[in-house]
């Protein structure tokens, strides 16, 4: 009796998961591609593309509903309350959970956490906490790497922003690798000042682990910005901001960086930190392949539109249209808008088309930072996937999907 009980049991267990192999589910999306607007669907099996067909025309209920590649940011500082690099505050593993699940509310899929300019040992905890995130299978691959901005960068007021004087300092090989190891060696790019002593030999040290040098925060001569380039130095970052509010009319940062070919830049297209016109020149000069639109979005971005005290105890404000401002000084206090903003903005004020805006929200970065099966839709690539409609010349996502997965639905 027992035998025949086995039998069946092992007749059951045998039956539902082992002889005969299940077909992997697949599922299909479909909208307007990114690239020409038609209409497609996408066919999805563990987690990657197998397939995009053209379709004659959509469900009608969805016949304005995009399909693009999510987008890749690679300069966050922070979001929803939390961030990662305002002097001594410190923050969870759990707290950077909440940044992934705000940004696939916002579209964007994979992402860079940036640190500034901070202490070593603000730096190291840091990096330890984000880089047990990345490794949490809960961020499902979302975080692609670290991008450290400073603290080897400028001291000079203007050029510096907002980094902490007290805690710039000249680049320093042992501790940056200090800092790689503290990462889990998940630096992905470096972003530092020309001018400082002893950049340009760490410069090439990044180089040879593979490392994106971006030139930021600083006042370089044209010479010292050719030297950069020279030894790798690969991307402007933010171009336009961090600078003075006066600069020299001939010998400043912009001309050289934007006559410098082999220097793609990031922009900060959120339509508070650069003005249109600076937004249509850059990209005339750069062009789709050679820009990145980022965000540089920090603690205020994601959360309501009011009144809140910063660690310093000042007011800031955070403007119905998404401008952080510092009340007292009535000047600008950072970025809170996703790059999903600043993708549509740069569309709007260039009049480049869907397809080069999705080049510069997420092919570009993908590229730049080795992620290969990112930053475009065709069979083999993760399905990092966003749904979304264009709403007066904004992005309103509807459906965010990562490795296939939905993770998040604005009907929900
Ligand atoms: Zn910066």
């Keep these: 009796m027992k035998g025949i009980l086995y039998f069946f049991l092992l007749l059951f267990i045998t039956g539902s998961f082992g002889m005969k192999p299940k077909k992997p589910a697949t599922q299909e999306i479909e909208g307007l591609f990114y690239y020409d607007q038609t209409p497609v669907r996408i ?13 004659k025309a959509l469900q009608p209920k969805d016949k304005d509903l995009y ?22 505050t410190r923050f969870t593993a759990e707290d950077v959970q909440k940044v992934n699940k705000a940004l696939w509310q916002a579209g964007v899929t994979s992402y860079l956490p940036t640190l500034r300019t ?12 984000l880089k047990a995130a990345k490794q949490d299978p809960a961020s499902r691959g979302s975080i692609a790497g670290f991008h450290l901005e400073g603290p080897y960068i400028s001291p000079e007021d203007g050029y510096r922003g907002a980094h902490t004087l007290s805690y710039v300092r000249k680049p320093d090989w042992n501790e940056f690798m200090d800092l790689y190891e503290a990462s ?18 760490f410069i090439k040290q990044c180089r040879e682990k593979n490392i994106i040098v971006g030139l930021g925060h600083h006042n370089a001569s044209i010479k010292q910005v050719t ?15 961090a600078m003075a509010n006066t600069i020299k009319r001939h010998e400043n940062p912009l001309w050289s960086q934007l006559s410098e070919d082999r220097l793609m830049i990031s922009i900060i297209g959120d339509g508070f930190h650069l003005l249109p016109e600076e937004i249509r020149v850059f990209y005339k000069v750069k062009g789709p392949l050679r820009t990145i639109i980022t965000s540089d979005v920090d603690r205020y971005a994601g959360m309501k539109p009011g009144k809140y005290l910063n660690a310093e105890k000042d007011t800031i404000e955070l403007t119905p249209d998404g401008a952080v401002m510092y009340v007292a000084r009535n000047s600008l206090s950072g970025s809170a808008s996703p790059v999903t903003k600043g993708v549509a903005n740069v569309m709007k004020v260039t009049g480049c088309t ?4 999705f080049r510069m929200g997420s092919t570009n970065a993908a590229r730049l930072y080795g ?29 965010t999907f990562v490795a296939g997965e939905m993770v998040y639905d604005s009907d929900k």
């Design 43 to 55: 066919e999805i099996a563990e987690g990657k593309i197998i397939r995009v067909t053209r379709i």
């Design 67 to 88: 399909i693009g590649p999510g987008l890749i940011d690679n300069q966050v500082n922070g979001y929803t309350g939390v961030t990662f690099s305002l002097g001594d």
């Design 118 to 129: 901070n202490s070593k040992e603000n730096l190291l905890r840091n990096l330890a906490v």
């Design 184 to 201: 889990g060696g998940n630096i992905v790019q470096v972003t530092l000042a020309p001018e400082i002593e002893g950049v340009l030999p």
């Design 227 to 241: 030297e950069a380039v020279d030894m790798g130095a690969g991307i402007c970052t933010h171009l336009g901001n």
């Design 354 to 357: 869907m397809a080069e805006a």
């Design 371 to 399: 992620l290969n099966d990112r930053g475009e839709l065709r069979p083999g690539m993760r399905a990092d996937i966003i749904l979304f409609k264009m709403e007066d010349d904004k992005i309103h996502i509807k459906k």
